[in-house]
């Protein structure tokens, strides 16, 4: 896993980005409308997708989305539901036996909050989700999150902050923080 990063829009590094999330894109399109009993299609797919096969039983329901697959650690006996997105850019982990609910959002990728910096870079910071955790449906994971043991997010939760072992999350308020 990276630590937290900060990309200039315009450089080498970010073009490279960019040609992968295209070849993944193109990737997960093809996994995307495959018939679902065809296990050695989708096999192969996820083996380019994520750089590497996929551990053994770890499910993944399609469709299934991701921008750049490379950063994206699986566990054994992870068990993705249909409708996931993962933008990975600075890395995601999924340990044991971790649940994710339908259509849950996982984004390790942003802009600064300055608008003068915000078409300038991208930003980033992992997701760490510890083992035998549950994610509801519709929950989204931002940027530099850890997700302690056994933890529950309740569908439709946004997750900002860390969230401790053995504790149950929910809720989705928007607040005004500050104004410029």
Not at 4 to 20: C, N, T, V, W, Y
Not at 51 to 67: A, C, E, L, N, Q
Not at 160 to 168: G, I, N, R, Y
Request: aromatic residues 8%; hydrophobic residues 40%; glycine residues 8%.
């Amino acid at each position: 896993m990276s630590s937290d990063r900060l990309m200039r829009i315009h450089s080498a590094e970010f073009q490279a980005m960019a040609e992968r999330v295209l070849r993944v894109t193109e990737l997960t399109s093809r996994l995307n409308v495959l018939p679902f009993e065809d296990e050695a299609g989708k096999a192969e797919l996820f083996e380019q997708i994520l750089g590497k096969p996929m551990p053994s039983r770890v499910t993944i329901y399609p469709p299934f989305y991701t921008d750049h697959g490379l950063n994206l650690d699986l566990a054994e006996r992870v068990f993705i539901n249909q409708n996931c997105t993962f933008l990975d850019y600075a890395g995601i982990r999924l340990g044991e036996r971790v649940m994710v609910g339908p259509k849950v959002t996982f984004i390790t990728s942003g802009h600064p909050v300055d608008p003068e910096e915000r078409r300038l870079y991208l930003t980033g910071a992992p997701i760490d989700v510890a083992e035998n955790v549950w994610i509801g449906a519709g929950a989204t994971i931002l940027p530099g999150v850890s997700i302690g043991r056994d933890a529950v997010v309740a569908a439709g939760a946004v997750v900002t902050d860390d969230v401790p072992p053995a504790s149950l999350v929910t809720g989705s308020k928007a607040t005004v923080n500050r104004r410029w």
